[in-house]
């Protein structure tokens, strides 16, 4: 049974920094691209990014470019969401996701349907 568990999530200051994580167990970490998404209330789900499994390669949204970074430790089943330069509208529940198939290359789009596996999600507020 693959399990996500996000965490990492609060309140912060507009201008601040989170680190998001997403412990996963149930897969071959190593094997599977993640991806980060974020929903907003009234809002469809949002893709952020992605990582390859073996953290070479990543993409964002340009929403999040230039702010936010993915990273992963395969030795410890996490992948990572930096985030800075923190904004109100960055409010929203967080989601890690795991790929819907495994390739240590393989990149998913920003497609819901390329991933097959999802955390519960974590809470971000940023004030102003």
């Known amino acids: 049974q693959v399990q996500l568990v996000a965490s990492g999530g609060g309140l912060v200051q507009a201008g601040g920094s989170l680190r998001l994580s997403c412990a996963v167990s149930?897969?071959?970490?190593?094997?599977?691209?993640m991806g980060w998404f974020r929903q907003a209330p009234g809002n469809e789900r949002e893709f952020l990014t992605a990582?390859?499994?073996?953290?070479?390669?990543?993409y964002y949204a340009n929403s999040v470019k230039g702010r936010f970074t993915a990273s992963r430790d395969n030795s410890k089943n996490t992948v990572y969401l930096q985030m800075n330069s923190l904004k109100p509208e960055d409010t929203a529940v967080y989601y890690c996701?795991?790929?819907?198939?495994?390739?240590?290359?393989?990149?998913?789009?920003?497609?819901?349907?390329?991933?097959?596996?999802w955390g519960q999600g974590t809470q971000v507020t940023v004030s102003s």
């Open positions: 996701a795991a790929a819907h198939r495994s390739g240590t290359w393989y990149l998913p789009t920003n497609s819901e349907a390329d991933f097959g596996s």
């Open positions: 149930g897969l071959t970490f190593s094997s599977y691209a």
């Open positions: 990582i390859t499994g073996s953290g070479g390669r990543t």
